[in-house]
Nanobody, 125 residues
Framework: VQLVESGGGLVGPGGSLKLSCVYS????????MIWVRQAPEKGLEWVAG????????GYSDSVKGRFAISRENTKNTVYLRMNSLRPEDSAVYYC???????????????????RGQGTQVTVSS
């Protein structure tokens, strides 16, 4: 199993970025997927999740209304569109496969089965 994130970088406050995550090794199956992030000296924070078919999404309160998660199963890719970025959004962003759909959509009782290497997002003027 492999998950590879890309799209991070340096952006000014109020700017936008779109992260991508290409996954492989799951065969023909698709699973709920999430984005999590980790800022320096902080724990892992659930950001957003999406069901295996893409029909439902969930967001943390800190990003709701600014971020959008989506997926293209034909390309084995999950995206995170981030708008109105703030300095506090700076972190390493990881895509991951959680154990359950409920945890993907709520971030509750989150158990991560697989995670990528991450991509750095820095929001600074």
């Amino acid at each position: 199993v492999q998950l590879v994130e890309s799209g991070g970088g340096l952006v000014g406050p109020g700017g936008s970025l779109k992260l991508s995550c290409v996954y492989s090794g799951f065969g023909r199956s698709h699973f709920p997927m999430i984005w999590v992030r980790q800022a320096p000296e902080k724990g892992l924070e659930w950001v957003a999740g999406i069901t295996n078919g893409g029909g439902s999404e969930g967001y943390s309160d800190s990003v709701k209304g600014r971020f959008a998660i989506s997926r293209e199963n034909t390309k084995n890719t999950v995206y995170l569109r981030m708008n109105s970025l703030r300095p506090e959004d700076s972190a390493v962003y990881y895509c991951a496969r959680p154990r359950t759909t409920d945890s993907a959509l709520t971030g509750q009782k989150l158990e991560i089965l697989h995670r990528g290497q991450g991509t750095q997002v820095t929001v600074s003027s």
